[in-house]
């Protein structure tokens, strides 16, 4: 198993950046396939980025393609994500989630494991 721990979050200007961090428990970090979800008032979850177990392979959500990147520091049992040119409507709770997997994973109901959230609001 592993827990997982967000931070990063905060309050940022329309056009900013913040970056993400998912710290992992445990000593097989490396065995997981990771991914950022967000879940903004009223709404539903929904898929925001994912990456594979060794980094090599990455999936965006087309709305946050060319302004977000997910990457993993295996040796930290760390995951992030970079958000640059901030929008308001990228205002949510933001989850990271893992999976024991050799594929990217896209679908919230594939993953076993999650973290508390941490609320990132984009002021305009």
């Known amino acids: 198993q592993v827990q997982l721990v967000e931070s990063g979050g905060g309050l940022v200007q329309a056009g900013g950046s913040l970056r993400l961090s998912c710290a992992a428990s445990?000593?097989?970090?490396?065995?997981?396939?990771m991914g950022w979800f967000r879940q903004a008032p009223g709404k539903e979850r929904e898929f925001v980025a994912a990456?594979?177990?060794?980094?090599?392979?990455?999936n965006y959500a087309d709305s946050v393609k060319g302004r977000f990147t997910i990457s993993r520091d295996n040796t930290k049992n760390t995951l992030y994500l970079q958000m640059n040119s901030l929008k308001p409507e990228d205002t949510a709770v933001y989850y990271c989630?893992?999976?024991?997997?050799?594929?990217?994973?896209?679908?919230?109901?594939?993953?076993?494991?999650w973290g508390q959230g941490t609320q990132v609001t984009v002021s305009s």
């Open positions: 989630a893992a999976e024991r997997a050799f594929t990217v994973i896209t679908r919230p109901e594939e993953y076993e494991y």
């Open positions: 445990g000593r097989t970090f490396s065995n997981y396939a």
């Open positions: 990456i594979s177990r060794g980094g090599g392979s990455t």
